[in-house]
């Protein structure tokens, strides 16, 4: 199917964009904080504790303005972990102990220990809420008592913040880079949502905004400025990075799905024509894949960029189609696309039991993608022994392509390789590239049964709050996705989650994607060449240099 294209204006309108004067949608970055743990609301502020430094600080949302509470009381609030505000009692976690104390003297009292680090902590009325990432759960205590009453498993596997609402609990987990939304009484998870940055270390409910504040605290080089090395005058160096952000979300109960923050993205693709050889080539045609439209990506425009182009559609996906007459050694061009997306982070809610009993696979997705079509090793002794090895007696399908994700991890390493091995090297090897971590997963899955495909190409490097900055990704991405009969397809990250050596892993990109994937190409070439005589024997790499870029232009709206 071929349409022709045209170059379509995309400048985003002013509402199209989350304005950076709203006073509830903005970022909130408190001057002289190297890190903010246990947010919580105090008479319309903010309240986090800076654990590097000690400090207590009361924080304006609208301003930044930012006091510090406990100015004649640091040392009591060194390695606080988390906190939470009753009435004029404030509640805080410091290394495995509770305390309690008045706001107005800010003397604590302890109140219980724990035989391992206390993490987050919550309040309500007589309940006290305690998050442990080492034993591995939320307890329950008795205010009065100080007894526990009972426990419920935590729902990541890192450090994990609470704050309630109603009958809900919140839990942020800075590993999975989650926020959960449970039942206060049963722990059951009614809905969790990726956040938009990584290392989410406490959240809050503002009453007035409406707001979902969450607050992050990590690390991230820069490169300093040095004058008394005359000789290298710049060096690596590494900073404190923390500020608090709303979390936007909207749960699809019919999708089941959550969204989450969303960017609105200008993406450039180029190819620059430099071969590295002799060429004479004729008819030549060049397909380069456009981005797609998906439950979390859609696309606003696309258009060319130094030749026009025409469409394709392959498998439901639009392709542009760059012509040649003819290209010769000393020719040169510029040509590709760019497109103007929306795009936010998703995490579908499916569990074990919604998948329990599950139609056939259609007999065409069987022909498609239960086969070696790409050098995949499923006809060798070691990839088929993993293979029935990963799953052993597990019947759920669900269950199944986690198993072999985690089987996957626990043989695996990352590492950045010259091209891609086909899935029995890198099983003996050990070590393997995102791509390769995806030909392994495709060859388990495919042999138990699992429809799976390639999906990419490239990751707006993550700076959501770098706006009007060009920005170019290091390397090229792919990740798969699983089908579900009767669901639908599902994202999963190649390796992004092998974090942990022999896990426990993280599931945050297990049905979820972050706002930073720019999807395309699923299941088809992302860039192909082809001639009328099919002679061409000559590679993209040898004939052109790609150039990448993406812009962020600012914050979408949240959804209603």
């Not at 220990?113 to 006290?128: E, F, K, M, N, R």
């Not at 526990?148 to 609990?169: D, H, K, N, Q, S």
């Not at 800075?174 to 940055?197: H, N």
Request: with cysteine.
């Amino acid at each position: 199917m071929l349409l022709e294209s045209a170059p379509t204006p995309h400048s985003p309108t002013p509402a199209s964009v989350v304005s950076a004067f709203d006073p509830y949608h903005r970022f909130v970055r408190p001057i002289g904080a190297r890190a903010l743990y246990g947010l919580c609301i105090l008479a319309g502020d903010l309240l986090a504790v800076d654990p590097v430094q000690g400090y207590l600080l009361k924080i304006n949302p609208k301003t930044d303005q930012v006091t510090i509470l406990n100015s004649h009381h640091g040392d009591r609030f060194l390695d606080v972990a988390s906190l939470a505000v009753s009435d004029d009692t404030l509640w805080f976690t410091q290394d495995n102990v509770i305390y309690r104390c008045a706001l107005s003297t800010l003397e604590p009292e302890e109140f219980a220990s724990l035989p391992y680090p206390a993490d987050g902590i919550a309040v309500w009325q007589s309940t006290i809420y305690v998050s442990c990432q080492k034993c591995g759960y939320i307890l329950i205590f008795d205010a009065r008592s100080g007894e526990e009453i009972t426990r419920f498993p935590a729902p990541g596997v890192g450090e994990e913040r609470l704050t309630i609402r109603g009958e809900e609990l919140w839990v942020c987990d800075r590993t999975e880079q989650s926020v959960y939304c449970m039942d206060r009484a049963t722990g059951e998870v009614q809905f969790s949502i990726l956040t938009p940055f990584v290392e989410p270390t406490g959240l809050a409910f503002h009453p007035e905004g409406n707001v979902l504040y969450v607050s992050y605290s990590s690390e991230e080089p820069y490169v300093r400025d040095n004058p008394n090395n005359p000789d290298y005058p710049y060096e690596l160096s590494v900073r404190d990075r923390t500020f608090i952000h709303p979390l936007h979300y909207h749960y699809d109960a019919e999708k089941r799905c959550t969204l989450s923050n969303g960017f609105l993205i200008e993406m450039t693709y180029v190819e620059e024509i430099a071969p590295l050889e002799e060429v004479d080539i004729r008819g030549l045609e060049w397909r380069i894949a456009l981005p797609a439209e998906t439950d979390r990506q859609k696309v606003r425009s696309v258009e060319p960029i130094g030749l026009p182009f025409t469409e394709e559609i392959h498998e439901g996906q639009r392709v542009a189609v760059f012509s040649f007459e003819t290209l010769k050694t000393g020719d040169r061009y510029l040509f590709g696309w760019k497109a103007l997306l929306e795009v936010r982070g998703i995490k579908y809610q499916y569990t074990f039991d919604d998948v329990y009993d599950v139609p056939a696979l259609p007999l065409e997705f069987q022909g498609r993608y239960l086969v070696d079509d790409d050098e995949l090793s499923m006809d060798n002794p070691l990839i088929q022994q993993a293979a029935r090895e990963a799953i052993g007696t597990e019947t759920n399908i669900l269950r199944k392509m986690l198993k072999i994700r985690n089987t996957v991890y626990d043989r695996l390493s990352y590492g950045l390789t010259v091209h891609i091995a086909s899935p029995d090297v890198v099983w003996q090897r050990g070590i393997g590239s995102c791509g390769e971590y995806v030909g392994v997963l495709l060859a388990l899955a495919r042999l138990n049964g699992i429809a799976c495909r390639t999906v990419g190409r490239y990751k707006c490097p993550p700076f959501g709050d770098r706006h009007h900055t060009p920005l170019e990704p290091d390397y090229n991405h792919v990740w798969i996705e699983f089908y579900i009969p009767g669901v639908g397809w599902l994202p999963m990250e190649s390796n992004v989650d092998d974090v942990v050596e022999g896990g426990p892993y993280p599931t945050r990109f297990f049905m979820g994607l972050p706002w930073w994937h720019a999807e395309m190409a699923k299941g088809i070439s992302f860039e192909a060449l082809s001639t009328p005589d099919d002679s061409l024997e000559v590679s993209i790499g040898d004939l052109s240099i790609n150039h990448i870029r993406f812009n962020i232009l600012g914050e979408l709206p949240p959804l209603a």
